[in-house]
Each structure stands twice: as C-alpha cells, then as structure tokens.
C-alpha cells in the first residue's frame, strides 16, 4: 500500500524556518516525481515544487523560488521541504504527492494527509 | 506561471450532468495534457482523471474528461450527494517543469 505521510509543520514568526518531511513506504521512492502542493486556508491547490526521481531535476513556483528548497534521503525515502524567510502568506496546508511522468504528461497519484505550516507573529 | 481558469461553482439535481469547463492557453494545456483531482472538505485531493480521459482505478466511469485545445472538461453523469466536493485541473509545463492547477471548482448537487 502507498502511503505518504507528512510532519513538521507548525506556528512559525514571519521570517523564520521550517523542514517538512514526507515519510513514504510501499513504491519505489526514487522513480517518481515528489512534489509539494500547498493550500491557504479556504483557497485552491497551489503547486509549489517538484524532484524527478533521480534529484537531478528540481522547480520551484516563483513564489517560493530563493526561499524554499526541495530534497529527499533516498535511504529513507523521505521527502523534505525547506522553508526559509517565512511569510504570512505562506501559511496552508503542504501535501506531499506522489507524480508520474509519462511523456508530456505529470499526474498526482498519491497524496498525503497534510501538514498545517502558520506563519503568524 | 498564469493558473488555469475554472468557474468558481456549478450545480445540478441528482442524476443530472454536469460539465466542469478548464480553461488554459497554447503555454500550458494546448501542448500538454490536463488531469483532475477531486476534494472534500477537510481532505487531501484525489486523482480522478489522468492524460485527459483516463481513470484510475476505482473511479466510476461516471467521471469523463476531453481536452479540445487550450480547453479541457469534466463531465460528470448520474450526479450523486456524495460527488459533492471541490474539483481541481491541472497541467505539467514539460518545458518548464512546472505545474500549474485551476482555481477549483466547487460541485453542489441541489
């Protein structure tokens, strides 16, 4: 069974740090494209990065893009999400999803629960 | 990165149809293709449809999607209570690896 599982998320001040994690079991981490979708409070799904499988390949939204920084332990296969100079309006939830790529075309298969990140002072 | 256009909400009666248009330009969904995902409050979205119009496993063919363009949509027949949910496009930009998702629809069965 694939399973995603998300953690770290928490209070934080504007300006300030934060890892996420996504812990993920039952597929082979390594021939996927894990990416980071977020969701503000009451708003659509904003994508926010993705690593092909190998880690060769990294992008960013230009909202994130200089702030933020995807990688993964493949021992472990954990994905993590640095987030650094936090603003309010990062504040959402972060999934973790599992993506496909086949040709021109990237789809999310599996998703995890979510972790609330709230950028407040 | 301009997002996808989705109306914000549409409505049917139970058993009905209804149709969630998606709308992009030549940078996006004209040369690549569109998925869906379906959310309920609360929750994490779920793939419902794949490359335009196809279903993973599990999802009732109920659900249909087309892509003609710059445009796709998402066809749902038999409509149900339990289709009630907020529904999201989206595409990869291959050239540029990036993702882009619609705003979300937002499904009431009256």
């Known amino acids: 069974e694939v399973q995603l599982l998300e953690s770290g998320g928490g209070l934080i001040q504007p300006g300030g740090s934060l890892r996420l994690s996504c812990s993920t079991s039952?597929?082979?981490?390594?021939?996927?494209?894990m990416t980071w979708v977020r969701q503000a409070p009451g708003k659509g799904l904003e994508w926010v990065s993705s690593?092909?499988?190998?880690?060769?390949?990294?992008s960013y939204a230009d909202s994130v893009r200089g702030r933020f920084s995807i990688s993964s332990d493949n021992s472990r296969n954990t994905l993590f999400l640095q987030m650094n100079s936090l603003r309010v309006d990062d504040t959402a939830v972060y999934y973790c999803?599992?993506?496909?790529?086949?040709?021109?075309?990237?789809?999310?298969?599996?998703w995890g629960q979510g972790t609330l990140v709230t950028v407040s002072s | 990165q301009s997002g996808l256009t989705q109306p914000p909400s549409v409505s049917a009666a139970p058993g009905q149809k209804v149709t969630i248009s998606c709308s992009g330009s030549?940078?996006?969904?004209?040369?690549?293709?569109v998925s869906w995902y379906q959310q309920f409050p609360g929750t994490a979205p779920k793939l419902l449809m794949y490359?335009?119009?196809k279903r993973p496993s599990g999802i009732p063919d109920r659900f249909s999607g087309s892509k003609s363009g710059t445009s796709a949509t998402l066809g749902i027949t038999g409509l149900q209570t339990g289709d009630e949910a907020a529904y999201y496009c989206g595409t990869w930009i291959s050239s540029l690896r990036l993702t882009v998702f619609g705003g979300g629809t937002q499904l009431t069965v009256l």
């Open positions: 999803a599992r993506g496909r790529i086949v040709g021109a075309s990237l789809w999310f298969d599996s």
């Open positions: 039952g597929f082979t981490f390594n021939s996927y494209a």
């Open positions: 030549s940078s996006n969904i004209g040369n690549n293709n």
């Open positions: 490359e335009n119009n």
């Open positions: 690593m092909s499988g190998s880690g060769d390949n990294t």
